[in-house]
């Protein structure tokens, strides 16, 4: 009998994950954390699946339970909120989110993110700001990919 290694296990469902098989990730991902329970790319990944399958509560769980290992991570805290937006928490999806922002402001998700809470709280001067702010740092960011690839810009 064959039998999975972790590596093998996360491997399979990593690549459930992107071909959108929820479930079969999900399965995966848990069988994962059953052997490595801080295992942080299966709960961030199985916390992306549940996400995805629009089971927040869940999504929630595990993002948390990921933060609890990487506090520093705008990335989890930005998951985060979203699960809390998911489940219509404003109040809680607007304080991940602008933890995320504070740790790291140069993260254009966090602030198109906010921007949804924001104008949900019809905040819609502030919810304009952080539109503005994640557009111009996607633009930022994207043009410096592209000059590392060698396409240089002309600032008009």
């Known amino acids: ?3 999975k ?3 093998d296990l996360l491997l399979s469902a ?3 994950l992107v071909q959108k098989n ?11 954390l059953e052997h490595d329970p801080d295992n942080i790319v299966a709960l961030i990944s199985r916390g992306t699946a549940y996400f995805s399958n629009q089971d927040f ?3 929630l769980q595990d993002f948390t339970s990921a933060i609890n290992l990487k506090p520093e991570s705008a990335k989890l805290y930005c998951s985060r909120g979203n699960a809390w937006l998911g489940l219509k928490q404003n109040d809680s999806a607007l304080n991940d989110l602008n933890k995320a922002v504070e740790l790291d402001p140069h993260y254009p998700t966090a602030y198109f993110s906010r921007c949804e809470v924001l104008e949900r709280m019809d905040e819609t001067e502030q919810a304009d700001k ?5 557009e111009r740092l996607q633009k ?14 002309q600032n008009l």
């Open 1 to 3: 009998m064959f039998v």
């Open 5 to 7: 290694t972790i590596e």
């Open 14 to 16: 990593k690549e459930a």
């Open 22 to 32: 929820l479930v079969l990730s999900i399965e995966l991902f848990s069988e994962v």
């Open 57 to 59: 509560q869940l999504a």
């Open 130 to 134: 952080d539109r503005e702010t994640g």
């Open 140 to 153: 930022q960011i994207s043009q410096a990919y592209l000059e590392s690839q060698g396409i240089e810009f």
